[in-house]
């Protein structure tokens, strides 16, 4: 493919501001993500606006770029902002025509990242994807006023470019899909008769029936429940993650698959069973496990867990 890709706003023409800057951060993107497309056998230019000193001056320069070069694709890279927050909120690819290019680099993204999957978004009012005359995506990579994704871009900045570059034109002989999920963050306990934070009756997201997976359950109802997230068993290893459902479907989850949860603090390492979605992205957590999980990794809440998954391995 031939490709062009450019950093958002420009020089003189400031982006978003937080933790990290807009601007400084597109142009780490925009040559590392061209980097890996010419290693898989792509033509690629890159462009920064140097010279505009106004919003529309910059844009038209931006556009009237892309329009006087010969390509197949348009990307432009930017970084989102809204409201200050510890926690993360996540990474969006937005598109006009190309909804399906911008799901792949979205869940691409957010696959190696840990990032929340904010989705691809279909956005008409947007004067990058209104004046390229070919096929084209804008890049949200994450928010740079939330502490969590910057944490999240910046640990996994390398794995973020190569899976955008990848997503977008794989390597002969490769499919442009994650291989599998990796987070790294702080993590709490869910499930069981004591979970007070769930209803009695609150179910699982993705296990309906305590035959789907009875080894990760009580063998009776508890008393004054009649949900399953109350009748899980707490002494077993099991977990719930932001599961992005368009890459792991609610089938494969409550399948035979196994995540390999591991501490940070104590270096133990554990298989589980995926069994429900969660935390809450306030929480500031990645991931919840059962309370046997957490006691067998030796570690409280708000310790550091590292999640990956599928696990292919000996089964812990």
Partial sequence: MKIA???GHGKYVRGAKGLIDEVDEARRVVPAVADYLRLNGNDVVTFNDDTSTTQSQNLNTIVNWHNSQSRDLDISV????YIPTDGGRGDETLYVTQADLATRVTNAICSVSGLINRGAK???DLYFLNGTNRPAILLEICFVDAGADVEA???HFDAICQAIAEAVAPAAGEVAEPKGLHVVGKVSWFGGPNDTGVTPSEGLA???KYETKPEIFLPTQPAGTTGLARRLNPDKRYLALR???NQFPKTRLAGEEM??????KTSRAFTAHPADWGPHTKTGRVADISPGLMRELGIDTDD???VTYPYVGEVA
Avoid: C
């Fill in 206 to 208: 993705f296990i309906y």
């Fill in 259 to 264: 995540a390999l949860v591991k501490a940070t």
């Fill in 78 to 81: 930017h970084f989102n902002a």
């Fill in 153 to 155: 871009y910046n640990q």
């Fill in 304 to 306: 550091e867990v590292e």
């Fill in 5 to 7: 890709i450019s950093s």
């Fill in 122 to 124: 279909k956005r008409s």
């Fill in 243 to 245: 599961w992005d459902y």
